[in-house]
């Protein structure tokens, strides 16, 4: 099945400053969704795209999807300390949408 | 509130208890699913039920047995665990066919002593 890779596992940036994580396949991607994981919660779905090149923004997040379909991006414009958790991203494949979820990057913000 | 709701929060089992999870979602979804998400390894999907039939089964061990009544509920029946069972356990329901994603529940987190 399709499988989406998400890399480096962690990292920390002092609040204020941008952040930019990628998801990437090396197949052709029908949609990619982005998750977050609080530290102790659960993952809450945040976006889906489905086009190819589709940006969308929720506030200081923007998202993006790739010309080729193969990657995706989440931005964070001046990150917060509630910006704090793991975000994963996944695919939906399949006619039982079967969601499979990437490894997840667990950002952490100094204050 | 998520609109999933797992029961219980918390569970401590032996290897020779028998237990099972509960999950019920109040959003009118046709799909609900069971992920193990553990410390080092990503959400792993272990069920899929469709309409209240079960469509995946990802290679699970039998002392993991799912049921679905119908499509607001989903059991996970455990018996003669592992310590290496011990996990977050999460709930998720979706609309097949809608443009949004999977709603998680809280999770139950499984200790096997």
């Known amino acids: 099945g399709q499988q989406v890779m998400q890399i480096p596992q962690y990292q920390h940036v002092q609040e204020g400053e941008d952040f930019t994580t990628y998801c990437n396949s090396s197949t052709t991607l029908s949609n990619i969704q982005w998750y977050k994981q609080r530290p102790g919660g659960h993952p809450v779905f945040l976006i889906q795209?489905?086009?190819?090149?589709e940006v969308k923004k929720q506030k200081r997040l923007t998202f993006q999807f790739g010309e080729a379909k193969k990657n995706s991006s989440l931005h964070i414009t001046a990150t917060q300390t509630t910006d704090v958790g793991t975000y994963f991203c996944a695919v939906l494949t399949g006619a039982n949408s079967k969601l499979t979820f990437g490894k997840g990057i667990t950002l952490s913000v100094r204050p | 509130e998520t609109g999933v709701t797992q029961t219980p929060r918390h569970l401590v089992m032996g290897m020779t208890n028998k237990k099972s999870l509960k999950c019920e979602q109040h959003l009118g979804h046709n799909a609900m699913y069971w992920y193990k998400q553990s410390a080092k390894k990503p959400l792993e999907l272990m069920f899929v039920?469709?309409?209240?039939?079960?469509?995946e089964n990802n290679s699970v061990p039998s002392r993991f047995s799912p049921e679905c009544p119908n499509s607001s509920h989903l059991f996970l029946h455990l018996h003669t665990l592992q310590p290496e069972d011990s996990a977050l356990y999460l709930c998720?329901?979706?609309?097949?066919?809608?443009?949004?994603?999977?709603?998680f529940g809280s999770g139950t987190r499984l200790t096997v002593v």
């Open positions: 795209l489905v086009k190819s090149g």
């Open positions: 998720a329901s979706s609309q097949e066919g809608a443009n949004y994603g999977y709603t």
């Open positions: 039920y469709s309409l209240e039939e079960r469509v």
